[in-house]
């Protein structure tokens, strides 16, 4: 774990030259240190001030001229003492500058170690400090609101007031045992039962929202499959308005598959245009492709069925095969199918859904229906939730917690329910609110730290 009580220092402005680069100090002697190098007193200066000035060396000589902003303990982001130095963005000045302060009594930060000290000093908890990190990574607008949601405290305001509700109980439970003799009965058996059973519910949602946050955090998957030359490629640059995959009318054109991110209503999609998939091929190029689009699919959350309009008019038993073969393979996926060079064929004479799977009629070549593809994707993705107003978990330390408290409950609820003595009843409750308190930092160990805070940037 960090010392804590050093003053430490780093770049928090991304690595290499730009137009402005941002140093940051946190401790106990960050003012003292930077008097040292800066051409101006801060003694009085008040919290949340900027003062222009000079960065001096020893030998009298500028650096540079800069903007500092001075934040006072107990207001600033860390809690301590901090100093925030607005240089020019010059590699050369920003390491001259780190240097001076290391000189002067200064240490380097360790990975996450500004985020540390924030959870250490109270300003924020252990759920609140990893969303700093999500917000930092977050690649599109549905992203950054859960990172947002959770960062103001909203996931981990929720879990505090389920568990102070679930230590009440349990210590009601706990002081019975030491009145075992008089039998005295402090807990009323139906209202732990009916609080029992509505956390269980609270976390089984929570749990069910993870394949959402979890696919908002880090892209949605979207392979795009079909037979050879049923308009993939072209599918692909449609959505994504530009030319990025090779259009050929000439079987196995696409040898591999093709990855590109589309952003559609602050939702990352993550396209995978792959191999047309036939039952045979004698290139043994083109074989490895199919294998490897079949892997998409497995890898995907969503699966774009594609055929070709007239072909499937012409032998609709031979692709609803396929597909209901996809669909009995992977249960779990999200399929929709495709009925791609719709300007071929008349499009009454195309179904609505194939083998129970939902189907839209498009044209890739014509950009028809590609407006209406793109609202299924997010559909069928958000699912109706409002992620504003739900609470949504994307972060798999959390998950395993909450799963590990959904256990620990349920056992709880079948002990209440077959009438166990409170000491099992309590041991149980006592350990769902030890997973609970370990996602929001109530319960935690150096190593658990450690851990989370080696994976932030640092500077952060």
């Not at 892209?219 to 959505?239: D, E, F, H, M, R």
């Not at 003595?421 to 160990?445: C, E, K, W």
Request: glycine share 6%; hydrophobic share 45%; net charge negative.
């Amino acid at each position: 774990m960090f010392n804590t009580q050093d003053t430490i220092c780093a770049l928090s402005t991304a690595a290499g030259p730009g137009a402005i680069a941002v140093i940051r100090i946190s401790g106990t002697k960050a003012f003292e240190i930077t008097e040292r190098i800066f051409s101006k007193t801060l003694a009085g200066a008040d919290s949340h001030t900027a003062h222009f000035g000079r960065i001096v060396r020893s030998d009298k000589s500028i650096l540079d001229e800069v903007l500092l902003t001075v934040l006072h303990a107990g207001k600033s982001f860390t809690g301590e003492e901090t100093v925030e130095i607005a240089c020019h963005g010059s590699q050369y000045i920003q390491q001259e500058l780190l240097k001076l302060l290391l000189q002067n009594g200064c240490r380097m930060a360790e990975a996450g170690e500004f985020t540390m000290r924030a959870f250490m000093n109270g300003k924020m908890d252990l759920s609140q400090a990893e969303a700093v990190a999500d917000l930092i990574a977050s690649e599109s607008r549905k992203a950054h609101e859960i990172a947002m949601n959770q960062m103001r405290g909203k996931f981990s305001g929720e879990l505090k007031d389920l568990r102070e509700k679930l230590i009440h109980f349990a210590s009601l439970v706990e002081l019975e045992l030491d009145f075992a003799e008089e039998d005295v009965e402090f807990a009323d058996r139906r209202e732990l039962k009916a609080l029992v059973s509505e956390v269980i519910v609270y976390l089984e949602s929570l749990i069910s929202s993870f394949e959402l946050g979890n696919a908002i955090k880090n892209g949605v998957p979207v392979a795009i499959v079909g037979s050879p030359n049923t308009g993939k490629s072209t599918l692909l640059n449609q959505l994504l308005g530009e030319e990025r995959a090779i259009v050929s009318n000439i079987a196995g054109t696409t040898r591999d598959t093709i990855e590109e991110a589309l952003n559609i209503d602050g939702i990352l999609f993550r396209l995978i245009d792959t191999a047309g998939i036939r039952e045979a091929t004698e290139d043994k190029i083109e074989a490895i492709g199919i294998e490897r689009s079949y892997e998409k699919i497995r890898q995907a959350q969503i699966a774009l069925l594609l055929v070709d309009s007239l072909s499937y008019l012409e032998d609709k038993g031979g692709f609803e095969l396929w597909a209901m073969e996809v669909k009995s393979q992977y249960p779990d996926k999200k399929l929709l199918v495709l009925f791609n060079k719709v300007d071929t064929v008349d499009p009454a004479l195309l179904p609505q859904t194939v083998q129970g799977i939902p189907a839209l009629a498009i044209s890739a070549k014509h950009n028809t229906g590609i407006t209406e593809l793109k609202s299924r994707l997010v559909d069928l993705i958000l699912q109706n939730k409002d992620l504003e107003q739900s609470t949504i978990v994307s972060n798999a330390r959390h998950i395993e917690a909450l799963e590990k408290a959904l256990i620990s409950l349920n056992q709880a609820k079948t002990g209440l329910e077959i009438n166990v003595t409170g000491d099992f009843v309590a041991m149980d409750i006592r350990q769902a609110m030890f997973h609970i308190g370990s996602i929001t930092g109530d319960i935690s160990t150096d190593d658990l730290l450690g851990n989370i805070f080696s994976k932030f940037c640092i500077g952060k």
